[in-house]
């Protein structure tokens, strides 16, 4: 079936480092790819997204990558503060499903930022 | 900024007893989800919901479960006879229509804990 593979399961890193995060996706027609931040007592919450039509996307110090032949994708954060610390969860949508919204989510990351 | 509301946010009960939760989706959106998360395992979806039926759900979502949008604002998740398995976070998320997929916006969760 569907699968979405992450890794690492914990990542700890010192301020100012960079932090990559992995996944592989199993469905080939999966075409749209969020991440999604997880703090204590909360709810998940979108930091990025790409779709399957492009390679790299960026915003501040978060960027994705997408490799479709592959089957992966990848979270960079550069500049790494305290306040990134955090569960940060990567999903891939089932191909077919149009916008039924179904998310495939990977294991989960938690990336810790020392001070 | 909007955001996706869920009460009550911990809910403890007894075996065979029904529970809802609820939730009030972003107001201007149309797709609405149930998610949940068992503890130290990954956001499984559950079902989606779109023009007052279900657009798609997932072997979890058995005869003991349903969801209903009872009126304008408030969408709901019912288990009927609740288990022991069912003691999870259960996330609510909304999106738009925009752009297909659209990016999901979740809740802070209802944490379900049946004894």
């Known amino acids: 079936g569907e699968n979405v593979e992450q890794h690492p399961s914990t990542l700890s890193v010192q301020e100012g480092d960079s932090a990559v995060i992995k996944c592989t996706y199993s469905?080939?027609?999966?075409?749209?790819f969020p991440w999604y931040k997880q703090e204590l007592g909360k709810g998940p919450q979108l930091i990025i997204d790409?779709?399957?039509?492009?390679g790299e996307k960026k915003d501040q110090r978060i960027a994705v990558t997408l490799n479709k032949t592959a089957k992966h994708f990848s979270l960079h954060i550069t500049e790494t503060q305290p306040e990134d610390s955090a569960v940060y969860f990567c999903a891939a949508s089932i191909g077919g499903s149009g916008n039924t919204g179904k998310l495939i989510f990977g294991q989960g990351t938690t990336l810790q930022v020392k001070p | 900024e909007p955001e996706v509301t869920q009460t009550p946010s911990h809910q403890v009960t007894q075996m065979g007893q029904e529970v809802i939760l609820r939730c009030v989706p972003i107001?201007?959106?149309?797709?609405f989800y149930w998610y949940r998360q068992i503890l130290g395992q990954k956001v499984e979806f559950l079902v989606s919901?779109?023009?007052?039926?279900?657009?798609?759900k997932s072997e979890i979502f058995d005869d003991q479960f349903s969801v209903e949008r009872p009126d304008g604002s408030n969408f709901t998740l019912k288990i009927r006879s609740t288990k022991l398995e069912d003691s999870a976070m259960y996330f609510c998320?909304?999106?738009?229509?925009?752009?297909?997929?659209?990016?999901?916006?979740f809740g802070n969760g209802t944490r379900l804990t049946v004894t």
């Open positions: 469905d080939s027609a999966s075409n749209y």
């Open positions: 107001s201007n959106h149309l797709y």
């Open positions: 790409i779709r399957s039509n492009v």
């Open positions: 919901f779109y023009n007052n039926e279900i657009s798609e």
């Open positions: 998320a909304s999106s738009e229509t925009s752009t297909i997929p659209a990016p999901l916006h």
